[in-house]
T-cell receptor
Framework: GESVGLHLPTLSVQEGDNSIINCAYS??????FIWYKQESGKGPQFIID?????DKRQGQRVTVLLNKTVKHLSLQIAATQPGDSAVYFC?????????????FGTGTRLTIIP | EAQVTQNPRYLITVTGKKLTVTCSQN?????MSWYRQDPGLGLRQIYY???????DKGDVPEGYKVSRKEKRNFPLILESPSPNQTSLYFC??????????FGSGTRLTVV
């Protein structure tokens, strides 16, 4: 069946280095993707989104890349900080109208090593 | 402060005893949604609502009910809770075309 998935369940990065979290999706009709960050004991927090008519979008220290050819999404975090340690989820919209049906991957745990 | 508020944060109940988890948002969002989060399964959508009196099933709706009588509120109702509904529940809201803003979660244990 179709799914949103992640290549690696855990990732450890040295503080100050850049990190890349990957996500594969298989629904070619998905047109909207979001990355969320979830810290322990909290709800998911919106980081950055991208629509299918774009290949790249940048935020503050974060960049999302979308490769529709291979159905791949990645989140790049520059100059990682201890506060970046969290679980990161990619989500794709499977709604007919808007973003009402967001489907999430199982998450990648990012650990920043001081 | 713009937020999604869920209550209670923690709840322990017994099998079969009806319960309601409340959700309220102060951002005038049209869309609201309920998710459950389980280890290894990520976040799965239970129900969603695109506006007042408009609700639809998500991926795992069995055993749950919702209502959307007012724009700001979207309660989740478990008529007869069972142990397999033990989970961490999140309410979320958004404008059409935007990302969901999530509440802080409700940890439910059904014994």
């Amino acid at each position: 069946g179709e799914s949103v998935g992640l290549h690696l369940p855990t990732l450890s990065v040295q503080e100050g280095d850049n990190s890349i979290i990957n996500c594969a999706y298989s629904n070619s009709a998905s047109d909207y993707f979001i990355w969320y960050k979830q810290e322990s004991g909290k709800g998911p927090q919106f980081i950055i989104d991208i629509r299918s008519n774009m290949d790249k979008r940048q935020g503050q220290r974060v960049t999302v890349l979308l490769n529709k050819t291979v159905k791949h999404l990645s989140l790049q975090i520059a100059a990682t900080q201890p506060g970046d340690s969290a679980v990161y989820f990619c989500a794709e919209n499977r709604g007919r109208v808007g973003n009402e049906k967001l489907t999430f991957g199982t998450g990648t745990r990012l650990t920043i090593i001081p | 402060e713009a937020q999604v508020t869920q209550n209670p944060r923690y709840l322990i109940t017994v099998t079969g005893k009806k319960l309601t988890v409340t959700c309220s948002q102060n951002m005038n969002h049209e869309y609201m949604s309920w998710y459950r989060q389980d280890p290894g399964l990520g976040l799965r959508q239970i129900y969603y609502s695109m506006n007042v009196e408009v609700t639809d099933k998500g991926d795992v709706p069995e055993g749950y009910k919702v209502s959307r009588k007012e724009k700001r509120n979207f309660p989740l109702i478990l008529e007869s809770p069972s142990p397999n509904q033990t989970s961490l529940y999140f309410c979320a809201s958004s404008f059409p075309g935007g990302g969901y803003t999530f509440g802080s979660g409700t940890r439910l244990t059904v014994v």
